[in-house]
């Protein structure tokens, strides 16, 4: 399985930008997903995340900008971020528990990253 994601790149201040990831194959089923979001010189840390039933969580940073949803059907996780500032700019992951088979157990997947970067 793998966790493709697009979307990002170059924005300004207060713009808008929408994040897409989806899972390349056929999967059995898939539970939480969610973005996170790595700054230079700076940890990991999670950005939204979307449970199976479509409840949501957003880091205290984003919340009331960002928005999280999920299309089930197309396997895909979506972000899109308004209102963007500078101190959003780094690389984003998403992020998936999936099992695979009907017979495998729960995996945790990640995307390959995408950099956005907001100019001030």
């Known amino acids: 399985v793998q966790l493709q994601a697009s979307g990002g790149g170059l924005v300004q201040d207060g713009g808008s930008s929408r994040l897409s990831c989806a899972a390349s194959?056929?999967?059995?089923?898939?539970?939480?997903m969610g973005w996170y979001r790595q700054a230079p010189g700076k940890q990991r840390e999670l950005v939204a995340v979307?449970?199976?039933?479509?409840?949501?969580n957003y880091a205290d940073s984003v919340k009331g900008r960002f928005t999280i949803s999920r299309d089930n059907a197309k396997k895909t996780v979506y972000l899109q971020m308004n209102s963007l500032k500078p101190e959003d700019t780094a690389v984003y992951y998403c992020?998936?528990?999936?099992?695979?088979?009907?017979?495998?157990?729960?995996?945790?997947?990640w995307g390959q990253g995408t950099l956005v970067t907001v100019s001030s």
């Open positions: 992020n998936a528990e999936i099992k695979s088979r009907s017979f495998s157990r729960m995996q945790q997947y």
């Open positions: 194959r056929t999967i059995f089923s898939i539970n939480d």
């Open positions: 979307i449970t199976s039933g479509g409840n949501t």
